[in-house]
T-cell receptor, first 112, second 112 residues
Framework: DAKTTQPTSMDCAEGRAANLPCNHS???????VYWYRQIHSQGPQYIIHGLKNNETNEMASLIITEDRKSSTLILPHATLRDTAVYYC?????????????FGQGTTLQVKP | DAGVIQSPRHEVTEMGQEVTLRCKPI?????LFWYRQTMMRGLELLIY????????DSGMPEDRFSAKMPNASFSTLKIQPSEPRDSAVYFC??????????FGSGTRLTVV
């Protein structure tokens, strides 16, 4: 599976959009981009995933560049409860050899 | 849906004792994953199953660790004998192919 690079930490003001970047320059054609977050002392929580098109759900939006070498997770109106570690992962889940390997993620601090 | 259920939530044991962690995946999910999380190493994938069959156990640290999935609704992770360096939070997750993982609340293991 391709490796991802994320900033170690980011701050965001409450009520503003949080834009979390992720680089995955070695991503292959079958690999999806997944985002998870982990709030302190809880299990990781699935947010969103995509292959090449932009995706949106009730939690966030995922913007994937045309060359698929990077992506951005957008939390449109961050709240204090969005403070967490955010993980960007690429994986080929089209077969049963796919698995999610977590890196160190980005620690997002939402401030009042 | 009660989600992924793990037991116990906390376990404190003495070095050398056998420890068994339990997981009930979400009904209908055909993938089950065991992860371990420590401050030093982050989230590590230990083993995963597809349709109750172990697919990849390359993350299992050593022979003291074993995992079984006797049926679609139950899995165990056993450590025998336990050592202080096994202290960590152990997470179980389940999914359908290509879907997001749902994690349990974890078992915090302390080996003294």
């Amino acid at each position: 599976d391709a490796k991802t690079t994320q900033p170690t930490s980011m701050d965001c003001a409450e009520g503003r959009a949080a834009n979390l970047p992720c680089n995955h320059s070695t991503i292959s054609g079958n690999e999806y981009v997944y985002w998870y977050r982990q709030i302190h002392s809880q299990g990781p929580q699935y947010i969103i995933h995509g292959l090449k098109n932009n995706e949106t759900n009730e939690m966030a939006s995922l913007i994937i560049t045309e060359d698929r070498k990077s992506s951005t997770l957008i939390l449109p109106h961050a709240t204090l409860r969005d403070t967490a570690v955010y993980y960007c992962i690429v994986s080929d889940r089209s077969s049963n050899t796919g698995k999610l390997i977590f890196g160190q993620g980005t620690t997002l601090q939402v401030k009042p | 849906d009660a989600g992924v259920i793990q037991s116990p939530r906390h376990e404190v044991t003495e070095m050398g004792q056998e420890v068994t962690l339990r997981c009930k995946p979400i009904s209908g999910h055909d993938y089950l994953f065991w992860y371990r999380q420590t401050m030093m190493r982050g989230l590590e994938l230990l083993i995963y199953f597809n349709n109750n069959v172990p697919i990849d156990d390359s993350g299992m640290p050593e022979d003291r660790f074993s995992a079984k999935m006797p049926n679609a609704s139950f899995s165990t992770l056993k450590i025998q004998p336990s050592e202080p360096r096994d202290s960590a939070v152990y997470f179980c997750a389940s999914s359908v192919q290509g879907g997001g993982y749902t994690f349990g609340s974890g078992t915090r293991l302390t080996v003294v």
